[in-house]
């Protein structure tokens, strides 16, 4: 009977503790403006919640005025200390916080507020580097060509078909698709992924050592190398397994088949721009002027105010008329639920801002170069979670810094951004345009150990041209 009793009550809870789960996901995934109106929404559908006037601290309970800050949990331990002043903040009015350093506009925007750049496709990308170079009649051709790519940025026309549609010579439209296939990225135009190795190989030779035998391997191996059949392939070249096999590699770090897979352009292509942040959900700042002073990290609660279980709601659901008890239960079970989920986020993003801050301190008072490699596995397993509770938490959160940018929050966990900072500033100072394999030797010297297409990669989602290009545009 015992036992019986034990499984029934297991039974029991596991639906409760499930939902409770589900629905704490739910809401930590939600912006602070998503909550908001997840909240207005239950208000409005549910009896059984209620919001009231007086506002309390989401941590300690102390009745606080209504936006205001709890006096007790925002208050420093020590003014000299690392550790950040946490809470949770019902504040929804932040036209000025000048009292801990920060200030922000009256009437305009943020100083050094980030606006997402309008995304730019890949022919207009193209065209744009190459129109100065072609005839005002060519450009049209150039277009036609430059619309006939596929997302792997690979013609899918034949070049003659063109030629008869327009009536004009082959030469001329050759010669049109040589400066696209030699633009950026390199080797976008070519029919085939071959054609595009190789345009791409032509290139690299301008500026750096390549393998003899990288064209050869290309032009007679390529489905060895698509296979990695590295023993047939030094037969077909006449070199050893482990030659043909360190050749390949080379063309697997250095040559892309398919040129349009990689980030291009001025800005990243992708269909999802950088959002711009009109309010943000956690707001960072000096406790004073001082750098050695605490970071001060206010986690935004959507409302002003106290949401919580109606009281007379909760006290007569016993006297529910005939047919409505259960409704009303339900609608109980719903608020005590919700109010349990939303102490259970706050809880979470106070501990994941807790580690966070103390991590990034440096990058949150001194910039991108001083951005940490953080995972948020290892955050996770710091903080004793779940790797997903981490990404739900970070997922469309955005931050104000105490210079007045707003951040999403997901940037804090940018393991490249420091070294696109570093790459940023060696092009800078360049006298000359540095190859991406020079430019590779001296980020090495300054301790990041990167390939060079690894710097080509940040390179193009920094927005910075090649080497060749820069040049043509120093003589222009």
């Known amino acids: 009977m015992r036992q019986s009793q034990g499984q029934i009550l297991r039974h029991s809870m596991r639906p409760m503790t499930t939902a409770h789960l589900a629905q704490t996901m739910t809401l930590l995934e939600l912006s602070s403006v998503e909550l908001e109106q997840k909240i207005d929404a239950e208000l409005a559908s549910n009896p059984a919640l209620e919001l009231q006037e007086v506002a309390h601290c989401p941590q300690c309970h102390r009745r606080l005025p209504l936006s205001k800050m709890c006096p007790v949990c925002s208050r ?28 922000s506009s009256s009437g ?42 596929d997302d792997d940025g690979l013609l899918t026309i034949p070049l003659s078909e063109i030629a008869l549609y327009h ?24 029919p085939t992924p071959q054609q595009a190795l190789l345009v791409q190989l032509e290139i690299l030779e301008e500026t750096c050592d390549v393998p003899p035998l990288a064209a050869a391997a290309i032009l007679k191996g390529m489905e060895l190398l698509s296979r990695h059949a590295y023993m ?8 050893s397994a482990i030659e043909a ?64 279980v109606n009281p007379l709601f909760r006290q007569h659901i016993s006297e529910a008329p005939d047919g409505t008890a259960e409704k ?33 301190r440096q990058y949150i008072l001194k910039g991108d170069a001083f951005l ?22 970070v997922s469309s959160k955005s931050v104000l810094l105490p210079n007045g940018r707003i951040i999403p929050m997901s940037r804090m966990f940018d393991r490249s951004l420091h070294v696109r900072t570093a790459l940023r500033q060696i092009v800078a100072t360049e006298r000359r345009p540095l190859s991406d394999t020079q430019i590779a030797r001296l980020l090495g010297e300054q301790g990041y150990d990167v390939a060079r ?5 940040y390179r193009n989602m920094e927005g910075i041209l090649p080497a060749r290009l820069r040049a043509a545009s120093m003589r222009a």
């Open 76 to 103: 420093p331990t020590n003014s000299l200390s690392e550790q950040p002043i946490i809470f949770v903040s019902p504040r929804t009015d932040f036209t000025s916080y000048d009292y801990r350093g920060a200030t």
């Open 108 to 149: 305009g925007e943020l100083p050094g507020e980030e606006w997402a750049a309008e995304t730019e496709d890949l022919p207009t990308y193209i065209l744009r580097q190459i129109a100065p170079e072609l005839k005002k009649d060519d450009r049209l051709l150039a277009a036609h060509i430059l619309t006939s790519l």
């Open 167 to 190: 009536r004009v010579r082959m030469a001329r439209l050759e010669n049109i698709l040589s400066l696209i296939q030699h633009a950026d990225p390199p080797g976008v135009g070519s």
């Open 232 to 239: 047939e392939l030094g037969k077909q070249l006449k070199i």
């Open 245 to 308: 096999q360190d050749l390949a590699r080379w063309i697997s770090e250095n040559l892309n088949p398919y040129p349009a897979r990689a980030h291009w352009g001025s800005v990243r292509h992708s269909t999802h721009a950088e959002p711009n942040y009109p309010s943000a959900d956690v707001v960072i700042s000096r406790l004073t002027g001082e750098l050695s002073s605490p970071l001060v990290v206010e986690i935004i609660s959507p409302y002003a105010g106290s949401l919580r």
């Open 328 to 360: 009303w239960q339900n609608d109980l079970d719903s608020a005590v639920l919700l109010v349990k989920c939303l102490q259970q986020r706050d809880h979470t993003l106070v501990r994941l801002m807790q580690q966070l801050v103390v991590i990034q």
């Open 372 to 393: 940490l490699p953080v995972t948020r596995a290892s955050l996770a397993e710091t903080l004793e979670v779940h790797e997903s509770t981490i990404s739900r938490a």
């Open 453 to 457: 297409r690894t710097v080509a990669k």
